[in-house]
């Protein structure tokens, strides 16, 4: 029988546990400085990294936090190569 009381709950929000087991902590993944986190994993042919605050990083820059939220990518644009016709 399927009663609310019966039914799991369930949530949108996943909590992830830090992975920093650094001293100091490293920065937290909603600071402005969440990039100078320690890389826990990484994948260079694949193109991302995982830090340890839980943001993956993506070698165009952008970056995916652990909410979801979508950083697009920074890369200066100085560093471009143009190409002439």
């Keep these: 029988m399927n009663t ?22 490293c920065p937290t993944a909603d600071s402005p400085d969440r990039e100078a986190a320690h890389t826990v994993a990484h994948h260079p042919e694949q193109g991302w990294s995982l830090l340890c605050n839980g943001v993956l990083l993506f070698e165009d820059t952008g970056e995916l936090l652990p909410d979801g939220q979508i950083i697009a990518p920074h890369r200066p644009l100085s560093h471009r190569l143009v190409t002439a016709a």
């Excluded at 609310?4 to 949530?11: N, Y």
Aim: proline fraction near 14%.
């Design 4 to 25: 609310p009381s019966s039914r799991s709950q369930t949530t949108s929000q996943r909590k992830t546990p830090s992975m920093c087991q650094h001293q100091p902590t």
